[in-house]
T-cell receptor, first 112, second 113 residues
Framework: GQNIDQPTEMTATEGAIVQINCTYQ??????LFWYQQHAGEAPTFLSYNVLDGLEEKGRFSSFLSRSKGYSYLLLKELQMKDSASYLC?????????????FGQGTELSVKP | EAGVAQSPRYKIIEKRQSVAFWCNPI?????LYWYQQILGQGPKLLIQ????????DSQLPKDRFSAERLKGVDSTLKIQPAKLEDSAVYLC???????????FGQGTRLTVV
């Protein structure tokens, strides 16, 4: 079966660092994606990992371990505008065009 | 580059009525997805097209939902008849042949009363 798990909600302080974890079990694997979604808006692409290791992009980094079925999104120097839902998604390898399966999302609240 | 366009942005209908949503993907994107997102949950894939062919519709409630993608470009998603539990945001997304993620439209917020 297909299953993607991430915490429902997290709270962090402005200026701090927060790590959002994601574990997955899918029939195939061809990449893991992180999206950011502000309330009432569409998801926007943050990062993509297909090989093990860390991908860094400014204040955001994403890590992947394929053997463990595990990823995390690291947000540094948190800002109030980072308050949003963060969605972990896995691309199914055995599907033409790449089926994207989403987790339920982690609601991050950044406090002053 | 223009993004994924969806219309309408909002729709309120009574249960048992029908409704249709329209999506225009990013030019050149062969893959088009329709997702349903219920408040507080992640997007759930309803149907995936590759050009004008259906690749996956395993989670589409086919007794009431239908979708088509004519000429491999625009797509419409229809619900007939609507139920209260269909209240959600319907997101359209598209992707190219590159191993990248999908780009989402603004979505249509459907309320069934």
């Amino acid at each position: 079966g297909q299953n993607i798990d991430q915490p429902t909600e997290m709270t962090a302080t402005e200026g701090a660092i927060v790590q959002i974890n994601c574990t997955y079990q899918t029939s195939g694997f061809n990449g893991l994606f992180w999206y950011q979604q502000h309330a009432g808006e569409a998801p926007t692409f943050l990062s993509y990992n297909v090989l093990d290791g860390l991908e860094e992009k400014g204040r955001f980094s994403s890590f992947l371990s394929r053997s463990k079925g595990y990823s995390y999104l690291l947000l540094k120097e948190l800002q109030m505008k980072d308050s949003a839902s963060y969605l972990c998604a896995v691309r199914d390898r055995y599907n033409q065009g790449g089926k994207l399966i989403f987790g339920q999302g982690t609601e991050l609240s950044v406090k002053p | 580059e223009a993004g994924v366009a969806q219309s309408p942005r909002y729709k309120i209908i009574e249960k048992r009525q029908s409704v249709a949503f329209w999506c225009n993907p990013i030019s050149g994107h062969a893959t088009l997805y329709w997702y349903q997102q219920i408040l507080g949950q992640g997007p759930k894939l309803l149907i995936q097209f590759q050009n004008n062919g259906v690749v996956d519709d395993s989670q589409l409630p086919k007794d009431r939902f239908s979708a088509e993608r004519l000429k491999g470009v625009d797509s419409t998603l229809k619900i007939q008849p609507a139920k209260l539990e269909d209240s959600a945001v319907y997101l359209c997304a598209s992707s190219s042949s590159l191993p990248l993620g999908a780009f989402f439209g603004q979505g249509t917020r459907l309320t069934v009363v």
